[in-house]
């Protein structure tokens, strides 16, 4: 089972919440968090907002969260963010058990270039760019990766094509479409609206528009 190094936070308790003062710890760099889970009491911390948002970026999902010197293993449970969805805004990490497996959401990048996509109009959809998998908190992927090369046009990719590493296995349904290759139906073409030529009189039910009648 291949596992890696555990990147390691350090973190503050943050003795105050509100509004108010998160607003103000995010101006001065900081993220506010919550640590929960395993019977013990929920702690509310204080990160630095940017080598969190790193972390995330590159995909990570367990941490060694050090407070006051203590450090404890921690999965990333929920990241929010602002309205724009370019600043984090809170964080909530959850303590695990390393010899324990867990559940968490990992994506699917689908690589290669598959020929079909050469074809008129074959376009290649995203069904599907997570999937819940299981396994220790130390042999979660940062990504998992599907080579498509060989996709046809009106095949599909699902999570039971996946080749998942030693010690994990998927939770979502196997049946669970990741993406499909498909051609685009071409839209009929409009036919020009024919204006009377100017001059001419103006047809109403296949007959020419008789003047008015004679008294």
């Known amino acids: 089972m291949a596992t890696h190094e555990i990147p390691k936070v350090e973190a503050q308790v943050r003795e105050r919440t509100g509004t108010r003062y998160a607003r ?6 900081k993220l506010p968090a919550n640590v929960y889970g395993r019977g013990k009491e929920p702690v509310a911390i204080i990160v630095d907002a940017k080598a969190f948002s790193e972390l995330v970026e590159h995909n ?6 050090a407070v006051d010197g203590n450090a404890e293993p921690c999965l990333i449970k929920e990241v929010q963010w602002d309205h724009l969805g370019t600043q984090m ?50 042999a979660i992927p940062d990504v998992l990766h599907h080579d498509i090369t060989d996709l046809a ?8 094509d996946l080749t998942l590493p030693a010690g994990v296995s998927a939770v979502s349904d196997a049946d ?26 103006e047809v109403i039910g296949g007959k020419e528009e008789e003047g008015a009648e004679e008294k």
């Open 60 to 65: 990570a999902h367990l941490l060694q969260v």
């Open 153 to 160: 046009v009106n095949e599909t990719v699902t999570v039971g």
């Open 89 to 138: 805004v809170h964080a909530d990490l959850t303590r695990v058990d390393m010899s324990e497996d867990v559940e968490v959401e990992i994506e699917v990048e689908l690589t290669g270039e598959p020929t079909a996509l050469n074809e008129p109009g074959a376009v290649l959809t995203r069904d599907n760019t997570m999937i819940t998998i299981s396994c220790r908190p130390d």
């Open 24 to 29: 103000r710890l995010r101006a001065e760099g």
């Open 176 to 201: 669970t479409v990741l993406g499909s290759i498909h051609i685009l139906a071409e839209e009929p073409e409009e036919e020009p609206e024919v204006e009377a030529a100017e001059g001419e009189p």
